[in-house]
């Protein structure tokens, strides 16, 4: 007999969510994580989160609830509590490499809202506990191999190496996964490359702009290193920002690239009095998502099945669908097939694969003009101040957005605006191309 009904491997947002669904079920699991915590984040994110509009197929409704918010996913039927207010952002901006700024506010609704990553692992990790999950933390997932029964993985705690078995397994070990690379369902995904990010949360800001996320690029901000910069507000105070390089490898010229930006660039006075107050990092690992994302016993689950991202948001409802649909196939229904039908309905990338591009318009958005064209563009937008009630800002329709206001004005050149539409239009063989290009320059 297997040691448990359920192996949960990696417990971030969905396998934390994962654990905590299958044990209110009932269904005997154990969580297993390299990290020796697992109530608290080391993993970049910006923390942002789109609430209020429709993200990935899914409608999730915020409920302000005290020093609490209960979020209600509609179309997949549960809420999740998160134990902090999170705070409505209304401002976006760029900075061209010639520090020309361009920006956007929303009146009424927020462009997304902000959360503290920290505080989501903390609040999903004592909820799945109380649920009953039980957690083997400080543990690498070395391999994981299947009969038609059941699935047995290797894993090493402290330098001891273990073997444990299950009935099923979910693969939630992000992107990169390791289960599915040795289960071979990589093999049919298309690679698009790698790149590190660093993190420095730093406090005592000075910017003399509205509080908003503030996207730099252009070689005069980094010291002629190739690379982008976004900082996003933090909620650890109102001076408080996340600072996330766009970087290439090796990983060391993203600490040289986010050094040079805060001490040595044009907008360096910004962080004179400003101090660190935390730093981490992640690598990006671009593919197409696994299209069916089970193999015999395994489920794949979240980042590791992904394109790009899942996001906290989307990453905890595909965690409590893997749970929902783990119980009937553990009955011996088709679980998985259901999961399988869910999954392609959500993340939009699934049935159209344009969406992948569209989602990485936004990051790639100063390398689809010139320098020229950029200044052009932005200070038309600095005389035309682009303020509107409320504006779909998920990363799959931003860029879209953009594009459409700058098309909209009389100024900008025919051949300008028929560039646009062809962005707009682009699929990933235009992303390619453009990637290809700004690599030659
Ligand atoms: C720079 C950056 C900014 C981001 N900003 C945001 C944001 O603002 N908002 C947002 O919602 N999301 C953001 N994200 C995305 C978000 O972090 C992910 O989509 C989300 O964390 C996916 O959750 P997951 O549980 O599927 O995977 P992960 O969070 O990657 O969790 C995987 C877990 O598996 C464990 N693991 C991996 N391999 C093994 C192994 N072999 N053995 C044992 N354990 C293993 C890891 O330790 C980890 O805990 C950002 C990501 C990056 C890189």
Not at 274 to 296: N, Q, R
Not at 369 to 379: A, I, M, N, R, T
Not at 383 to 410: C, G, H, L, R, S
Request: proline share 5%; hydrophobic share 40%.
């Amino acid at each position: 007999m297997a040691d448990y009904d359920v192996l949960v491997v990696g417990c971030g947002p969905t396998g934390l969510m994962a654990c905590g669904e299958l044990a209110k079920r009932g269904i005997n699991v154990l969580g297993i994580d390299k990290k020796p915590r697992l109530d608290e984040n080391i993993r970049t994110a910006s923390g942002y989160c789109f609430l209020d509009q429709s993200f990935n197929n899914e409608y999730i409704k915020m409920e302000p609830a005290g020093n609490k918010t209960l979020l209600h996913y509609t179309d997949s039927g549960f809420s999740v509590e998160y134990s902090m207010p999170m705070e409505g952002i209304h401002h976006s901006h760029m900075f061209s490499d010639t520090g020309k700024h361009w920006k956007a506010s929303t009146r009424k609704k927020p462009f997304y809202h902000l959360f503290v990553p920290n505080n989501c692992f903390k609040d999903r990790y004592a909820w799945a506990k109380k649920c009953g999950a039980k957690f083997l933390p400080e543990t690498l997932v070395l391999r994981a191999k299947q009969t038609e029964k059941e699935v047995e993985i290797i894993a090493r705690t402290n330098g001891k190496t273990r073997t444990l078995t299950a009935r099923k397994l979910i693969a939630s070990d992000g992107l990169g996964s390791r289960i599915a690379r040795h289960l071979g369902v990589n093999r049919n995904r298309t690679p698009f490359g790698k790149g590190p990010s660093i993190e420095w949360e730093m406090n005592g800001v000075e910017t003399p702009y509205d509080r908003g996320d503030m996207f730099f690029f252009g070689g005069k901000n980094f010291g002629g290193r190739q690379g982008a910069l976004i900082m996003v507000p933090s909620m650890s105070g109102k001076k408080a920002y996340r600072l996330e390089t766009l970087s290439v490898l090796p990983a060391s010229s993203a600490t040289e690239l986010i050094e040079y930006f805060t001490q040595k660039g044009p907008f360096s006075s910004w962080f004179k009095h400003a101090e660190i107050i935390d730093k981490s990092a992640a690598v990006v690992d671009m593919m197409t998502p696994i299209i069916t994302p089970y193999l015999g016993n395994v489920l794949f689950v979240g980042d590791s099945a992904a394109f790009a991202e899942c996001l906290y948001q989307c990453a905890t409802m595909a965690g409590y669908m893997s749970a929902v649909y783990m119980e009937e196939e553990l009955k011996g229904k088709k679980g998985f097939e259901g999961y399988n039908e869910w999954w392609a309905n959500h993340f939009e990338w699934i049935k159209n694969p344009k969406r992948m591009a569209d989602y990485t318009k936004r990051v790639l958005f100063p390398r689809f003009f010139s320098v020229k064209e950029l200044d052009f563009l932005f200070e038309l937008s600095e005389k035309n101040p682009i303020v509107v009630d409320e504006a779909d800002a998920t990363p799959y329709d931003f860029t879209k957005v953009v594009m459409e206001q700058f098309i909209a004005m009389p100024e900008v050149p025919d051949a300008l605006k028929k560039r646009m539409q062809q962005i707009i239009d682009g699929d990933m063989g235009m992303i390619a191309t453009v990637i290809g290009q700004s690599q030659k320059a």
